[in-house]
């Protein structure tokens, strides 16, 4: 690796896209960072302006920020169809990058930001900030120990709220779906932290006729993967009518126990049999509720998407991101992780394509 930045060194930080609605919650994070300095931001758009005067950053030009000296990191955050480009640019520059997911359009992309990483030895790593919920650990722990015993089966639901669905965020164009491949991918990559890839799947990806608003992609998803060992079911809801992630869950059905993991408010519950080492009966966490909401609202900055108020996993995200950056620790998310995922994706969207028909891997 060619990164490893001492503690004793202000990071500089800049940002390439500012019209992603996490930008504004993660360059507050670096923000509220010690030793961190903010400098400067580049996006093609009207937003640019409104963004760095409510932040309190200097617009730069793109070619400005990738060739100057102090900024060691950029943040990734444009529409899909740049995220590609804009990350190998930043990484041929000798900068580290934090892009937000899915950091790109597809396969096609996110495999030359494999290589890219490959090829300049640059710290790489995706925003998927749900993983940094300490209900997340938790299972990864308890999964990894064989509390559970055998897991055969798995259940995953996730959906989007606030009629995101329906916002040209969930619909540009390239992108693979809308809904489920912006803010399903997410789970994904849950799933694939927990469980590792599976071996094909089945899906099913609709879009009910004269139901919701015709304009948005799809509706509902409910798909199926295939492993040696076990089978996980994923649902998917695009109108979720609730404002933060509380119907968001993964649970694991072991031959000794199951296990519930929710990310915000983070959460979990556990069941032992009794005969794993482990009291029998229900244990049942809760890390918060809601002190600070988790999208506050729609500003001069983000008009269409409101903007992310709760700080908890942009700070907890940073604090990664940051330390790979002093230590030289490889990413904790990094660039294949971010190709699997649309690996998956797209047979999703193929089996749906042939009626469920199952799509190997």
Same mark, same amino acid.
């Given at each position: ?34 030793? !961190? ?38 943040? &990734? ?38 290589? !890219? ?70 789970? &994904?990559?849950? +799933?694939? +932290? ?55 869950? &993964? ?18 519950? &556990? ?11 229900? !244990?049942?966490?809760?890390? !918060? ?13 983000s008009p269409e998407i409101a903007e992310i108020g ?14 790979? +950056? ?36």
């Amino acid at each position: 690796m060619s990164y490893a930045i001492g503690d004793d060194k202000t990071l500089g930080i800049a940002c390439l896209g500012i019209t992603h609605p996490h930008t504004s919650g993660r360059v507050k994070a670096f923000q509220r960072m010690p030793n !961190t300095r903010l400098m400067g931001a580049y996006d093609k758009s009207d937003l640019l302006t409104p963004f760095c005067d409510a932040l309190g950053l200097e617009a730069r030009s793109k070619e400005d920020i990738l060739a100057d000296p102090d900024v060691h990191a950029v943040m &990734i955050h444009p529409k899909s169809y740049l995220m590609a480009d804009w990350a190998i640019e930043a990484m041929e520059a000798g900068k580290a990058v934090l892009c937000e997911k899915p950091a790109g359009r597809g396969s096609s992309d996110t495999v030359r930001l494999v290589e !890219t990483v490959e090829r300049t030895g640059q710290l790489f790593q995706v925003g998927y900030c749900w993983r940094y919920a300490p209900s997340v650990d938790k299972m990864q722990e308890v999964l990894q120990s064989g509390q559970l015993g055998r897991v055969l089966q798995v259940r995953a639901h996730a959906g989007c709220s606030h009629n995101e669905a329906d916002t040209d965020h969930m619909r540009q164009p390239g992108d693979i779906g809308g809904a489920f491949y912006v803010i399903g991918c997410h789970t &994904i990559d849950r +799933l694939l +932290l927990h469980f590792g890839k599976p071996k094909s799947v089945n899906a099913r990806i609709t879009k009910f006729p004269g139901l919701m608003e015709p304009t948005a992609r799809e509706d509902a998803v409910g798909a199926i993967l295939n492993y040696d060992d076990k089978i996980i079911t994923i649902d998917f809801m695009s109108w979720d009518p609730l404002p933060w992630t509380e119907s968001w869950d &993964i649970t694991a059905y072991g031959t000794e126990g199951v296990m519930s993991s929710r990310p915000m408010p983070a959460s979990y519950k &556990i069941y032992n049999s009794g005969k794993n080492g482990h009291q029998a009966g229900w !244990t049942e966490w809760n890390e !918060t509720s809601f002190p600070e909401i988790w999208a506050v609202r729609k500003t001069v900055y983000s008009p269409e998407i409101a903007e992310i108020g709760n700080p908890v996993y942009f700070d907890r995200e940073a604090a990664t991101f940051v330390n790979s +950056l002093r230590t030289g620790v490889p990413s904790n998310v990094p660039a294949q992780q971010a190709h699997n995922i649309n690996l998956i994706l797209e047979a999703l969207f193929q089996s749906s394509a042939q009626d469920g028909a199952e799509v190997q891997l």
